[in-house]
């Protein structure tokens, strides 16, 4: 079945630094979900990228669709101490009803 | 707007017995999933529900069932637990569901089961 990968597992930054967050699938997806999830809360939905080659930003964070719609990144810039969380991408197999997520990357941000 | 609201947000069982898990969408959406999130597995997928028919089911078994009722409100269900059932089990709520694009997928808080 469709696998989707998320690279790296954890990363912890000094605030200010940048942050990055991959992921892929060995299928081609139609769309690709981000979501962020605090400690101890549950995942939000950040945005959704349909388009191949698809760039969207809100604020600091920048999210990519590849050209083949079977990579994606979650690109932070500047990070703050409020970007602490895990971040999953997901996209849909099969009927599309049923989403796929990745294992997340861990972020802690030190002050 | 009233978010995703789930039921009973913590709860603990003993192995064997059953459970029941209460989910209520967003005023208006029709589709309802529920991923089961363990710190091993990460989240996946169980099943997802639109106007009382389910959909698409994920690759668990039998013991874990669910239903949609007619208001959109949805439960699921786990029978016999074992001790690997515990777990946060999170019910997500969209107006389509799935691929849709634009189509946005709220997250309940979850309920925290542990099966000792």
């Known amino acids: 079945g469709q696998q989707v990968m998320q690279i790296p597992q954890y990363q912890h930054v000094q605030e200010g630094e940048d942050f990055t967050t991959y992921c892929n699938s060995s299928?081609?997806?139609?769309?690709i979900q981000w979501y962020k999830q605090r400690p101890g809360g549950h995942p939000v939905f950040l945005i959704q990228?349909?388009?191949?080659?698809e760039v969207k930003k809100q604020k600091r964070l920048t999210f990519q669709f590849g050209e083949a719609k079977k990579n994606s990144s979650l690109h932070i810039t500047a990070t703050q101490t409020t970007d602490v969380g895990t971040y999953f991408c997901a996209g849909p197999q099969g009927s599309n009803y049923k989403l796929t997520f990745g294992k997340g990357t861990l972020l802690t941000v030190n002050p | 707007k009233a978010g995703v609201t789930q039921t009973p947000r913590y709860l603990i069982k003993t192995r064997g017995q059953q459970v029941t898990l209460s989910c209520s969408p967003i005023?208006?959406?029709?589709?309802v999933s529920w991923y089961q999130q363990t710190p091993g597995q990460g989240l996946q997928f169980l099943f997802e529900?639109?106007?009382?028919?389910?959909?698409n089911k994920g690759n668990f078994p039998g013991r874990f069932s669910g239903r949609q009722f007619s208001n959109s409100r949805s439960e699921m269900n786990v029978s016999t637990l074992e001790l690997g059932d515990s777990a946060l089990y999170l019910c997500?709520?969209?107006?389509?569901?799935?691929?849709?694009?634009?189509?946005?997928?709220?997250f309940g808080e979850g309920s925290w089961l542990t099966v000792v």
């Open positions: 299928t081609t997806l139609s769309n």
């Open positions: 997500a709520s969209s107006l389509l569901g799935g691929e849709a694009s634009g189509n946005t997928i709220y």
């Open positions: 529900y639109f106007s009382e028919t389910q959909r």
């Open positions: 005023s208006g959406h029709r589709s």
């Open positions: 990228l349909v388009k191949s080659g």
